[in-house]
């Protein structure tokens, strides 16, 4: 399975944002808006930079205009999408990959809930997506996996319903194991639960649940 590497214009520490772009075998890097600058501060250039580029510096988006002009594709301001989400929906037309976003979180919280939102579209395709930055790895699932220790921070793992209840959740190698448990959407139960074993097992038998891992970087 392929990776593709969307790049967003959410804050993120630079030195962790090179460190996981170098680590990937990247089939397609997409920069969606603002960040472009990202890309230009870690020497990448994109296969496609999209958006309506409000919000890029325009110096830098002059740049890759005149050196990969076959590279851009500009938005009106005025559209029913986020660039982050034109960005997810060009990922989608490359099946059979996993889709990897960085700068999704942080900063405006208008944006980070509409970026985890996006986290849906995904399931609904059938399509493995992950929001990531320093201090966290979040993706959606609405049927079972496995979580591995080894790159966790103090091993804490958060398990959120997502849009409804989830019926069945049964959680083993985990601090707070359960047992055909229903998760309610509301609330807080399933924060900073934590690994006691080298890997996590969550199965459930309906609803999507978010999961955030905490990563140790």
């Avoid at 501060?41 to 325009?58: A, K, N, R, T």
């Avoid at 890759?64 to 590279?71: I, K, W």
Wanted: hydrophobic share 40%; aromatic share 8%.
């Amino acid at each position: 399975m392929g990776e593709i590497l969307i790049i967003t214009g959410g804050p993120i520490q630079e030195a962790f944002a090179q460190s996981y772009i170098s680590q990937g075998n990247w089939d397609l890097v997409i920069a969606a808006d603002k960040g472009l600058e990202l890309c230009h501060s870690c020497m990448i250039v994109p296969d496609l930079i999209l958006g309506d580029f409000d919000s890029s510096d325009q110096e830098i988006l002059s740049y890759y205009q005149s050196h990969y002009p076959d590279r851009i594709r500009r938005y009106p301001s005025r559209k029913n999408e986020t660039d982050t989400e034109l960005a997810l929906n060009e990922a989608f037309l490359y099946p059979d990959k996993e889709i990897h976003i960085l700068g999704a979180l942080g900063g405006r919280i208008d944006h980070m809930l509409a970026n985890i939102s996006l986290l849906q579209i995904a399931v609904d395709k059938k399509r493995i997506c992950y929001l990531i930055d320093e201090s966290a790895r979040l993706f959606m699932t609405d049927h079972p996996v496995v979580i591995q220790k080894d790159h966790l921070s103090k091993d804490l793992v958060s398990i959120l319903a997502y849009g409804t209840d989830v019926t069945g959740l049964t959680l083993e190698g985990f601090a707070y194991d359960t047992k055909d448990f229903t998760l309610p959407v509301a609330g807080s139960r399933g924060i900073s639960n934590y690994l006691v074993s080298d890997e996590g097992k969550i199965s459930f038998t309906s609803g999507t649940v978010l999961v955030i891992e905490t990563l140790e970087y």
